[in-house]
T-cell receptor
Framework: GEDVEQSLFLSVREGDSSVINCTYT??????LYWYKQEPGAGLQLLTY?????DMKQDQRLTVLLNKKDKHLSLRIADTQTGDSAIYFC???????????FGSGTRLQVQP | EAGVAQSPRYKIIEKRQSVAFWCNPISGHATLYWYQQILGQGPKLLIQ????????DSQLPKDRFSAERLKGVDSTLKIQPAKLEDSAVYLC???????????FGEGSRLTVL
């Protein structure tokens, strides 16, 4: 079955790196995603990784995928106060376009 | 490019009343989704449309929720009668390609008293 889990909260200081972790259970996941949600707003896609990749880098964002352990992480370098938000991990399964989301990790960036 | 539009942004009703939410997806996006996001949780899929046909409604509580997508463009989600546990943000999203990138609207926040 599909299940995506994340830790609830992460607090970092401005300028530090943030690492948000996610585990998933379905081995037939084809794509894994990171979405960002700011207060009162919808979800915004940050980045995604295809399941046959180990790593993807996009400016300050680095996504690492360990398919054996079904573990996904998002690293944000030089974290800024504007990065404070809830980050959702999501997976899509072969043949389905709808995403299954985790419960979200609230990132708090302290000045 | 205009994003996904939803209305109303906020709605307060009493239990057993009915409510309807409207969504206009990004032009040309064939797939439309309704998600329910309860406070403190991730979005949960209610229904997925491909053009005006239903692809997945397995998690839609069909005794009280209904949705339609006329002419494969706009969609409405209706709840009748509402229960207290329906208090949530209802997110509409649309997608075009095969990567599964979903574009979300700002959501409609429902409070049931």
């Amino acid at each position: 079955g599909e299940d995506v889990e994340q830790s609830l909260f992460l607090s970092v200081r401005e300028g530090d790196s943030s690492v948000i972790n996610c585990t998933y259970t379905d081995s037939s996941s084809t794509y894994l995603y990171w979405y960002k949600q700011e207060p009162g707003a919808g979800l915004q896609l940050l980045t995604y990784i295809f399941s046959n990749m180990d790593m993807k880098q996009d400016q300050r964002l680095t996504v690492l995928l360990n398919k054996k352990d079904k573990h996904l992480s998002l690293r944000i370098a030089d974290t800024q106060t504007g990065d404070s938000a809830i980050y959702f991990c999501a997976e899509s399964i072969t043949g389905r376009r709808a995403l299954t989301f985790g419960s979200g990790t609230r990132l708090q960036v302290q000045p | 490019e205009a994003g996904v539009a939803q209305s109303p942004r906020y709605k307060i009703i009493e239990k057993r009343q009915s409510v309807a939410f409207w969504c206009n997806p990004i032009s040309g996006h064939a797939t439309l989704y309704w998600y329910q996001q309860i406070l403190g949780q991730g979005p949960k899929l209610l229904i997925q449309f491909q053009n005006n046909g239903v692809v997945d409604d397995s998690q839609l509580p069909k005794d009280r929720f209904s949705a339609e997508r006329l002419k494969g463009v706009d969609s409405t989600l209706k709840i009748q009668p509402a229960k207290l546990e329906d208090s949530a943000v209802y997110l509409c999203a649309s997608s075009l390609g095969n990567t599964g990138e979903l574009f979300f609207g700002e959501g409609s926040r429902l409070t049931v008293l």
